[in-house]
Antibody
């Protein structure tokens, strides 16, 4: 059964870079053809898509965040990662990694990690 | 950016009754519309995709309809575990989510 697990610092200072990793088990990132996603949710608010990354590294970004987002894939570790630069308090959120239900396209996500709360504060 | 607007923000319904949730897109998304359920402290759960196709394991009491800019999620015979927040999501042009409808008892 596919499992996703987010990891990274729970506290980041303003203006610094937020970095998260999603570890995938029960399936191979490199032997599948999915666009693995990052989605966030500020406390008490709705969902916002951040980016979706293919195992080759090809990435689609939310235009509103693109200038601050960097993604990467480590197929040897079966992980993919997110970096968000110049963070402010508005970036405080639960960050989810997820996999869409279908390969090779941007379609809804049917497998999600449990989420990682990242707080931006000095 | 396609803006998704859900209504109402909060819906109060009794167990056993029917709930109807609405989602409107700022421009046509064809049938590229999904619905998610989220309970406190949990990740969202995919219910419906393609506007009307139930995801794997989703009970038949959940149904979706609509196309273009107007969509509806109907939950028939509400059960206690159905009280949660529901989000619509378009995937016709990248992804964007509605702000959510809280379904309460």
């Amino acid at each position: 059964q596919l499992q996703l697990q987010e990891s990274g610092p729970g506290l980041v200072k303003p203006s610094e870079t937020l970095s998260l990793t999603c570890s995938v088990s029960g399936g191979s990132i490199s032997r599948s053809s999915y666009y693995w996603g990052w989605i966030r949710q500020p406390p008490g608010k709705g969902l916002e898509w951040i980016a979706s990354i293919y195992y080759t590294g090809r990435t689609y970004y939310n235009p509103s965040l693109k200038s601050r987002v960097t993604t990467s894939v480590d197929t040897s570790k079966n992980q993919f990662s997110l970096s968000l630069s110049s963070v402010t308090a508005a970036d405080t959120a639960v960050y989810y990694c997820a996999r869409p239900y279908g390969p090779q396209q941007l379609v809804p996500f049917d497998s999600w990690g449990q989420g990682a709360l990242v707080t931006v504060s000095s | 950016e396609i803006v998704m607007t859900q209504s109402p923000a909060t819906l109060s319904v009794s167990p056993g009754e029917r709930a109807t949730l609405s989602c409107r897109a700022s421009q046509s998304v064809s049938s590229n519309l999904a619905w998610y359920q989220q309970k406190p402290g949990q990740a969202p759960r995919l219910l419906i995709y393609g506007a009307s196709t139930r995801a794997t394991g989703i009970p038949a009491r959940f149904s979706g309809s609509g196309s273009g800019t107007e969509f509806t999620l109907t939950i028939s015979g509400l059960q206690s575990e159905d009280f949660a927040v529901y989000y619509c999501q378009q995937y016709n042009n990248w992804y964007s989510f509605g702000q959510g409808t809280k379904l309460e008892i």
